[in-house]
């Protein structure tokens, strides 16, 4: 049966969300309270890597269940989003030995680098450990993403409304009576900023950092979550799209916890260390860059990659909300999906979460690594 679902956020998991329903016929209504392509959220700029290596096999096997569904966005889109260049990991070789050992266990192709064979591959890169290269790895342009997800919803018959806040969700239950629409009215209210209330059989609520600001009124068990403002370089050098992505592990002699990410991108080779940044209201947050920050980060390069030496690093930055055990939270209760908690590394799933989402709206049950409740309520 159709329902109707409203999707509550048009960041990377309520566009997603919106085009998995679509797909499944279900009428779906997109509530974004910004414009199309905004920079305040977790979603924006021009690069998120793609990779199948994850030292927890289930992202593995997320992962691969994202990367048919970027193909068949591109074909329905007609836009391209996801080019593969293959990722290289290196640094603590405990964490790359089980990066290899997972890759194996999921039949992928994976290959061992000595630290001159990365050299002679990617001159721009250096590593002192033996690397792990696999293949089936590399980029989304996020930008391009969140758009041709829209886009393909939008085909399918999805209406997306952007500059509508939600400024509460109620459930109402089923009251049979007949609304506005001529529909019989829902299982859930929402009421939006200019007052207006929106009733659905369904609400996805996918709205990043605001999660914890909107969600602990409407479910229950909600993990506590860190937004922080992350900050990543772009080092703009000419050979940037041949780079491939790439993961610093921290330990053996280098040692950020979290580790540091690379890529390139069309705006330059982008890096950023992992979920460092300060804690901020996401509303409030000053969006200028710290430059201890950047000195960071350009500290690393003169270090690592000789590729960019002597490039001036641009900063950006975006929002991270983390979970205590990094583990995303997409689960339902009643009439409500949650979609939240990405961690810092939830893009590359992007239409496998939205995936699990319809199957959650249609009833099927969720995953209890995502589940609501896991983590115990502080005392
Ligand atoms: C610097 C950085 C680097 C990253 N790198 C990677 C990477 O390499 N690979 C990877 O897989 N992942 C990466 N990620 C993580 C990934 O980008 C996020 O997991 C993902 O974008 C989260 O999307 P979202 O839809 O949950 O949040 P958002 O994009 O923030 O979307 C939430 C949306 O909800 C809207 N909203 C909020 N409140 C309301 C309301 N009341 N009413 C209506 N709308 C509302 C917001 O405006 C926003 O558009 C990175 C993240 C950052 C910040």
Do not use: N
């Amino acid at each position: 049966m159709a329902l109707r679902v409203l999707v509550i956020g048009g960041g990377l998991m309520g566009a997603a969300a919106a085009w998995r329903l679509s797909v499944r016929g279900h009428h779906v209504t997109v509530l974004e309270r910004f414009g199309p392509g905004h920079d305040r959220g977790s979603s924006h700029g021009t690069s998120r890597i793609f990779r199948l290596a994850y030292a927890e096999p289930s992202y593995t096997e997320l992962a691969l269940r994202a990367l048919p569904l970027w193909r068949r966005l591109e074909e329905e889109s007609g836009q391209s989003v996801l080019t593969l260049t293959g990722a290289v990991d290196h640094g603590l070789p405990r964490a790359v030995d089980r990066l290899a050992d997972v890759l194996a266990k999921a039949g992928r192709s994976a290959r061992r680098l000595s630290p001159g064979e990365v050299a002679d591959r990617w001159p721009g890169l250096r590593a002192d450990t033996a690397a792990l290269y696999h293949p089936d790895a590399g980029r989304v342009h996020a930008d391009d993403a969140v758009s041709a997800l829209l886009k393909a919803a939008g085909r399918r018959g999805a209406e997306v409304r952007h500059g509508v806040r939600v400024t509460g969700i109620r459930h109402t239950g089923a009251t049979g009576r007949i609304g506005r629409a001529g529909h019989t009215e829902g299982q859930v209210t929402v009421v939006t900023d200019a007052d207006e209330a929106l009733s659905a059989d369904a609400v996805v609520v996918a709205v990043g950092g605001w999660a914890p600001g909107l969600l602990p009124a409407v479910v229950t068990g909600l993990p506590p979550m860190r937004v922080t403002q992350e900050q990543p370089v772009h080092f703009p050098v000419p050979d940037a799209l041949d780079w491939p992505s790439f993961v610093h592990h921290p330990g053996a002699g280098w040692d950020v916890p979290g580790g540091l990410y690379g890529l390139g991108s069309v705006d330059g080779v982008k890096i950023g260390l992992h979920g460092v940044g300060p804690v901020v209201d996401p509303d409030r947050r000053d969006r200028t860059p710290d430059p201890a920050a950047v000195d960071r980060l350009r500290a690393y390069a003169q270090e690592w990659l000789p590729g960019v030496a002597g490039v001036e690093p641009v900063p950006l930055t975006c929002l991270y909300t983390t979970t205590p055990d990094g583990d995303f939270v997409i689960d339902r209760q009643g009439p409500v999906t949650v979609l939240a908690g990405c961690s810092g590394h939830g893009f590359k799933f992007g239409p496998a979460i939205g995936d699990l989402a319809a199957d959650l709206v249609e009833g099927r049950p969720g995953a209890p690594r995502f589940a609501l409740g896991r983590v115990p309520p502080a005392r």
